[in-house]
C-alpha cells in the first residue's frame, strides 16, 4: 500500500489524537508527517488543496482525503488486525464515542477561549465569549470527574480523546488549575500520561 500522508502541527491536540492513534494501532510507520503552520487567519494553501474546511489534521490515502480527527480515527481503526479503539458494537461503543465528543467538545471550547484570548487583536475581545467558553469546559471536566470510573482500562477512542483534551488545557491553559476540583480526573491523566503514545505526542513549547 502507499504510504499515508498526515497534515498535522506537533501543536493541535487534534491531530495529536490522530498520532496516538497510530501509535496505538502500530499504523505510524505506514504514514509521512507533512508538519503545517496555520490559523485561522492565516491559512495554509497546502491544507485548503486537501480539505475545504483548511484545518488540520488531514489524511490523505488511497486519491482520497479524509477529515477531521473522528473519521481519520475511525479509519486507522480498520487498517490493523490488533484490539479495536472504536468498539464495534453494544453500550462499550456509546461509551467511547460520547467520551470522544465529550473530549472533542471540551477541545473545541478550549480552541474558541484560546483564539479570543491570543489570537483576536486585544481591543476587539470578549470576556463574556471567553467566559461562555470556560464555562462548557467546566462542565465536561465536571462529568468526567463523576464518570471517571469509565475512563479505566485499556485505551478507546474515547480514553484517547478526553488524554488530549486536557493535554491542551495544561499545554495553552497553564494557570488554570482543572486538577483542584477534579481529583480523580487528574489522578487519571497523571496515569494515562505514562502511556508511550500520549508520551511520544506531548506537544512542544511555544
Ligand atoms: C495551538 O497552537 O494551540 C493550535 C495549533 C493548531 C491547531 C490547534 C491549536
Known sequence: MAKMKLY??????????????????????????????????????????????GKIPVLSVKGMDLFDSPVICEYLDTQHKGRKLFPRKGRDRWVALRQQAMGDGLLDAALLARYEGFLRP????????????????????????????????????????????????????PTFDWRAKHPKLAKWFTATGKTASIKATVPPPG
Open 8 to 53: 498535522y502541527s506537533p501543536a493541535s491536540p487534534y491531530a495529536r489524537k490522530v498520532r496516538v492513534v497510530a501509535i496505538e494501532t502500530g499504523l505510524d510507520k505506514k504514514i509521512d508527517m507533512v508538519n503545517v503552520a496555520l490559523s485561522p487567519v492565516t491559512p495554509n494553501a497546502d491544507v485548503d488543496k486537501h480539505n475545504p474546511i
Open 122 to 173: 486585544e481591543e476587539r475581545r470578549w470576556a463574556d465569549w471567553s467566559k461562555g467558553q470556560m464555562k462548557k469546559i467546566d462542565g465536561v471536566l465536571g462529568q468526567l470527574e463523576a464518570e471517571t470510573k469509565a475512563l479505566k482500562g485499556k485505551p478507546t477512542i474515547g480514553t484517547i480523546s478526553v488524554a488530549c483534551a486536557l493535554g491542551y488545557l495544561d499545554f495553552r491553559f
